[in-house]
């Protein structure tokens, strides 16, 4: 290895500077108070935070944008897909009268408003509110609560943690757990002596140059899936007496549990709420050949 990636692997690891995370915490301010000045929005219950990589403080240099989740509390999505016999029949659980289109459509406005017509883009999933000089691009993300039931009605059925659900204006439904994601995220980085996140900040890092190379494998890998891998390598992988260790060790690991099915079918995200490889946009193959592209693009042997 001519290059010296230790040297470089240090520079990719730090942690974001602070006028970047300082234009992020305006746009999610200034989001705010745009549901603020709605008159259909403001006597609701809504809660505006940060999530994703800039709440993680996982972002990098080429995350340039912010994802801000606008979460509608006076009403929820039940899933009953891991229960057995649970509805909103037998729960007597009433119909909302705020549907989210409505909501969606609110939120629009609102955005409109307080930023102007050709500041705002909406797409399928999120509303792009452009950067100014002082904040970023923000992805602003409508949201119903997500209420996921368990059991069954005879042994006590469990609810797990809030979650978030959206319904894109292209058809779907997408359920996400960003609390938990941070939160996990949290007890891994403390249980790893802030290792886990630098960790984070490097396969992105790595995954961006190899992608401005040209190497097709590492295209079709999105930022939250590095968090995840990284999430899926052992806690004693960390910790190394070189950033290059670990990263070696991560890719290893990693590289040979994702060579099939049976070693990485029941890995989770790092909310570990959701499967990593089932009913996912990407799949077990993709990432093998990319982490593969990782080991030969450092040189490690």
């Not at 999505?77 to 909302?96: A, E, H, K, T």
């Not at 996921?148 to 292209?170: A, K, S």
């Amino acid at each position: 290895m001519s290059r010296d990636w230790e040297t470089t692997f240090s520079s990719w690891g730090a942690a974001p500077g602070a006028t970047e995370q300082t234009k992020a915490e305006n746009a999610e301010r200034a989001v705010r108070k745009a549901i603020d000045a709605s008159a259909k929005l403001n006597d609701k219950n809504i809660e505006v935070f940060a999530q994703g990589s800039y709440a993680n403080r996982t972002n990098v240099r080429q995350d340039s944008d912010v994802d801000i989740c606008v979460l509608y509390k006076g009403a929820f999505f039940p899933d009953y897909s891991m229960s057995q016999g649970l509805s909103s029949d037998v729960l007597g659980l009433p119909d909302g009268t705020y549907f989210y289109a409505d909501f969606k459509n609110d939120v629009e406005a609102a955005l409109v408003a307080y930023f102007g017509e050709g500041t705002v883009n909406r797409g399928s999933k999120a509303f792009d509110v452009h950067a100014n000089t002082y904040r970023i691009d923000a992805d602003v993300v409508p949201c119903f609560q997500l209420r996921r039931y368990m059991g069954t009605l005879q042994n006590n059925y469990w609810i797990t943690p809030e979650g978030t659900e959206i319904h894109p204006d292209d058809g779907g439904v997408i359920q996400n757990w960003p609390r938990q994601n941070y939160k996990n995220g949290v007890d891994k980085n403390t249980a790893t002596g802030q290792r886990f996140k630098t960790v984070v900040r490097i396969l992105k890092r790595l995954r961006n140059e190899m992608t401005e190379a040209g190497q097709a494998s590492a295209k079709s890998i999105p930022s939250f899936l590095i968090e995840c891998l990284a999430w899926n390598v052992p806690k004693d992988g960390f910790g190394h007496d070189t950033l290059t260790a670990d990263i070696r060790y991560a890719l290893a690991h990693l590289w040979n549990e994702t060579r099939s099915d049976e070693t990485c079918s029941e890995w989770g995200e790092i909310n570990e709420l959701k499967y990593l490889f089932r009913g996912q946009p990407w799949t077990r193959e993709q990432v093998n050949a990319f982490l593969q592209a990782a080991w030969d693009y450092v040189g490690f042997e």
